[in-house]
């Protein structure tokens, strides 16, 4: 009996941890495997076909946003290039599949007046009024993304 994805996700992800790639990495690759794995349970991962995962990727398509299923598309490229060079595939599945078109979306603009009130809702002079308005002022002006702005460390 061949494995299914789910067996191959965990020794992938094992190949992953080895060639040390970050923990958001391995964590945004595995969510995709995995959500292909509950589309196909039970089904031995030699046998799909890369008309399985094209219609996989046209249900994403009506349930997420078209950029989340790029960045699903991709991290399943890389799973199936793995398992073909693992010998776990005939061929990578997804080697003339061509990723989703994903029109781009203008970022949400906020006015002046709701920067002034996002401001004002921090005023005052203790510690957490100011390291919001810190926190609020570097957003603004570099443009960062939240998950950015959590993994700022301080250096030594």
């Keep these: 009996m061949q494995p299914t994805i789910s067996v191959l996700a965990v020794s992938w992800k094992r190949h992953l941890l080895a060639r040390n790639r970050s923990p958001q990495t391995i964590k945004t690759y595995l969510h995709a495997v995995e959500s292909l ?3 196909f349970p039970d089904i031995e991962a030699a046998s799909l076909s890369s008309r399985d995962i094209e219609s996989f990727i046209g249900g ?9 299923v790029s960045v699903q598309f991709r991290a399943l490229q890389q799973f199936w290039n793995w398992a073909y060079e693992e010998g776990e595939t005939a061929t ?4 003339k599949l061509k990723p989703p078109i994903v029109p781009e979306e203008s970022p949400a603009i906020r006015t002046g007046d709701q920067i002034g009130t996002l401001l004002a809702s921090c005023q005052g002079r203790t510690f957490p009024d100011r390291r919001d308005t810190a926190i609020i002022r570097l957003l603004l002006d570099t443009g960062m993304r ?3 702005l959590t993994g700022l460390k301080l250096s030594d």
Aim: net charge positive; hydrophobic share 40%.
């Design 60 to 68: 994403r398509l009506e349930q997420v946003k078209p950029a989340t």
């Design 37 to 39: 794995a509950r589309a």
């Design 146 to 148: 939240r998950g950015e």
């Design 92 to 95: 990578s599945l997804m080697a």
